[in-house]
């Protein structure tokens, strides 16, 4: 399904209003990127895709959000959490939810220390929800926040 700039245009001025004026440029960007991939536009895969075109991706600061969730299995935690590890993450805060045979889990990370740019981080992660079958999000916690402000 394309996109139009008709559509890109309502949904930069919808997010700027939901924003408020207090807003950065590049909050509201990152907010109309995300907005744009799920609707699962090509142009949305696109910049999603390319770290150059969407600035959070190269981001080595701050704090990530990783929620996954599906069918359990074991050795999910361990999947993800080897992953954080190998790009010298920090764990901060982990909530873990069984309900029969699903799961819910959600992970604060601190990439101040990394050596791999978030870009890279949600390749990882989008592979191993690939290779186990479960979904995985990963987002920057400035986008988080600004996407959850009521």
């Given at each position: 399904?394309?996109?139009?700039?008709?559509?890109?245009?309502?949904?930069?001025?919808?997010?700027?209003?939901?924003?408020?004026?207090q807003a950065s440029d590049e909050?509201?960007?990152?907010?109309?990127?995300?907005t744009i991939r799920r609707f699962?536009?090509?142009?949305?895969?696109?910049?999603?895709?390319h770290p150059s075109t969407f600035?959070?991706?190269?981001?080595?600061?701050?704090?990530?959000?990783?929620?996954?969730?599906?069918?359990?299995?074991?050795?999910?935690?361990?999947?993800?959490?080897?992953?954080?590890?190998?790009?010298?993450?920090?764990?901060?805060?982990?909530?873990?939810?069984?309900?029969?045979?699903?799961?819910?889990?959600?992970?604060?990370?601190?990439?101040?220390?990394?050596?791999?740019?978030?870009?890279?981080?949600?390749?990882?992660?989008?592979?191993?929800?690939?290779?186990?079958?479960?979904?995985?999000?990963?987002?920057?916690?400035?986008?988080?926040?600004?996407?959850?402000?009521?």
């Amino acid at each position: 399904m394309a996109i139009t700039e008709e559509q890109i245009r309502s949904i930069v001025e919808e997010t700027k209003k939901q924003l408020g004026p207090q807003a950065s440029d590049e909050v509201i960007k990152t907010v109309v990127l995300e907005t744009i991939r799920r609707f699962g536009s090509d142009e949305g895969k696109y910049v999603s895709e390319h770290p150059s075109t969407f600035k959070y991706l190269n981001k080595t600061e701050g704090r990530i959000i990783v929620t996954a969730f599906g069918k359990n299995q074991p050795g999910v935690i361990s999947s993800i959490s080897h992953e954080l590890t190998n790009c010298n993450c920090d764990i901060l805060d982990v909530s873990q939810k069984i309900m029969q045979e699903f799961f819910t889990l959600i992970m604060l990370v601190d990439i101040k220390n990394a050596i791999c740019p978030f870009g890279v981080i949600k390749e990882n992660m989008a592979k191993i929800s690939e290779k186990i079958g479960i979904r995985i999000l990963a987002q920057h916690e400035d986008v988080f926040k600004a996407m959850h402000r009521v």
